[in-house]
């Protein structure tokens, strides 16, 4: 059976289950609210930049808890399927079930924020008649966005069927106030870039500063700076992400379903 077959199996058992609700339901719903909220009030000298860091803050400060809840639903739904019985007895490698699971849920991730995003960006435009909107840097920020979330995503499968649904979401509700203080207060700047939880956040604001409605202090070059503040998350986000994949990986080709939080 080749991967694709695989992830289509995978998108299938989804049918009907709250996941769907999930992966659909949000990205409408939540650009809704962040343009009815922005349009109680204008300030044209930072309109743009207003919108931009509250719609990625909010964004991203919520994807801690919303991973969590989709790598315990599957996680749920296997344990339903007898105990994991029939995840395991499935006639294809271990490595392709982990890697369908784990794909599927940033493909649903991707769709998710570059949805929201077009629906925002739409809004801004149709809605609330924002001049000259940062098309670009919307969808860099969406993008970032997307690649700070990913080592979240290993870490929670792996949470999710070594330990279960209520420890995926427990530790999620805990990296959602982690990435609000760190990632969304001047509390993380210097230590922002070992903390997982707030790559997300950190790396959807970076492309403000090519902005040009945005502030630096003198002498600072807004393109040396955009260059500095991605690498130093960008790279350990990438490199936690392979290591975890990795592991997972191992772990998963291991696993014989027996749950260690029984």
């Known amino acids: 059976m080749s991967f694709l077959q695989v992830l289509s199996s995978e ?14 339901v949000t990205p409408i719903v939540y650009p809704v609210c962040m343009l009815w909220y922005f349009s109680k009030y204008s300030n044209p000298s930072s309109w743009q930049i207003k919108i931009y860091s509250g719609f990625f803050e909010v964004l991203t400060v919520s994807i801690p808890i919303i991973v969590s809840l989709l790598t315990g639903l599957i996680s749920f739904q296997e344990e339903k399927s007898g105990n994991f019985i029939g995840l395991l007895a499935e ?7 982990y890697m369908s699971k784990l794909v599927l849920l940033i493909l649903s991730a991707i769709m998710d924020i570059f949805l929201a995003t077009f629906l ?3 809004g801004m435009s149709y809605i609330l008649h ?3 909107v940062h098309y670009g840097l919307f969808w860099q920020g969406a993008l970032l ?3 700070g979330s990913l080592f979240l995503f290993s870490m929670h499968i792996f949470i999710s069927f070594a330990y279960g649904m209520g420890a995926s979401i427990a530790i999620g509700g805990g990296g959602f106030l982690i990435s609000a203080i760190i990632g969304a207060t001047v509390v993380g700047d210097d230590m922002w870039p ?8 950190r790396l959807a604001k970076i492309p403000i500063l090519l902005m040009p409605e945005a502030k630096l202090a003198n002498g600072i ?11 130093k998350g960008m790279i350990p986000a990438i490199i936690c992400f392979v290591f975890a994949t990795i592991g997972g ?12 939080y029984e």
């Open 130 to 132: 924002v001049d000259d």
């Open 145 to 147: 966005s997307v690649i």
């Open 249 to 260: 990986i191992i772990w998963f080709n291991r696993w014989e379903g027996n749950k260690s």
């Open 91 to 97: 006639p294809v490698s271990r490595a392709k079930l």
């Open 194 to 201: 070992f903390i997982p939880w707030a790559w997300a956040v």
């Open 120 to 122: 925002m960006l739409l």
């Open 11 to 24: 998108w299938i058992k989804t049918k009907r289950t709250a996941i769907r609700l999930i992966v659909f």
């Open 221 to 231: 070059q807004p393109s040396e700076l955009f260059l500095q503040e991605l690498m």
